[in-house]
């Protein structure tokens, strides 16, 4: 076991204009520290959170995930973010991971936020993922997801939980303390990005991208500042925590019937 060290983007995104938003992260990518192993930007960070997606989604080799592999070589990380994405007839909230090397991974978002038409005009994922960075094992998610425990339940199979997300500031409180549930409830490291600013529908957002380790213990708290935010996950100590005090082994048992 290691250290896997991760850095969290937060900033404002530009509304439809994914060539604005890549230059935006050109200018806090060029800034991640050597050290890093995994980069994250937020839910949607080229367009915002749309339900237009005929107006602003990419295809799955679109300009974006070429811009995300370029960065992922260049930095000698991986990077992940939601991007919206059409596939065959439908669309998705797709989250990226794109590997130094040109490797690229995906995570459809599961849970699409009804109180905003999401579910109207995209589909639904079902696989439950889990890749690896420097002998981490990471488990993707996106906002809405993060309301859902069962979903998101460690098996043993992930060390890190992330959360990619554009939650507003109205549910801030909510956010935090899902964060800090879905970490110690997983004995898990979590990691959530959020987003600053104003929307194109009029949604204010305030930041509080957090990071909590498995023992609900606060890592790192950005609040509302700007930045590239960096902490270090001693998977080492996780280990040694869950042999210490072992509530997973008595985890209930339980099966998701339409997941792959």
């Known amino acids: 076991m290691s250290t896997l060290t991760i850095a969290i983007v937060q900033t404002t995104t530009a509304w439809h204009d994914a060539a ?9 990518l060029a800034s991640v520290p050597g050290n890093v192993s995994l980069v994250l930007l937020p839910e949607m960070f080229t367009t915002g959170f749309t339900m237009q997606p005929e107006q602003v989604a990419e295809g799955p080799a679109g300009i974006t995930t070429r811009w995300m592999t370029d960065w992922a070589e260049r930095g000698r990380f991986v990077l992940g973010g939601s991007v919206v994405t059409a596939a065959g007839a439908d669309y998705f909230n797709r989250f990226l991971w794109a590997e130094p090397g040109g490797g690229i991974r995906a995570y459809d978002k599961r849970h699409c936020f009804r109180m905003a038409g999401e579910h109207e005009h995209y589909a639904a994922g079902r696989t439950r993922p889990v890749w690896t960075v420097n002998g981490g094992r990471v488990r993707p998610s996106v906002c809405y997801d993060l309301r859902f425990p069962v979903w998101l339940r460690c098996r043993g199979d992930y060390d890190v939980l992330v959360c990619v997300a ?95």
């Open 166 to 260: 554009n939650w507003p500031a109205a549910r801030l409180d909510a956010w935090d303390a899902l964060l800090k549930a879905r970490a110690i409830e997983n004995q898990a490291f979590v990691a959530g990005v959020n987003i600053l600013g104003t929307d194109g529908n009029g949604v204010v957002y305030d930041g509080g991208s957090a990071v909590y380790a498995p023992d609900g213990r606060s890592l790192l708290a950005a609040g509302n500042a700007e930045g590239v935010f960096t902490v270090d996950l001693d998977l080492t100590e996780l280990a040694a925590y869950r042999e210490r005090f072992p509530a997973w082994r008595d985890a209930d048992r339980f099966e998701v019937l339409d997941a792959e």
């Open 20 to 28: 604005a938003n890549r230059r935006r992260f050109d200018q806090f």
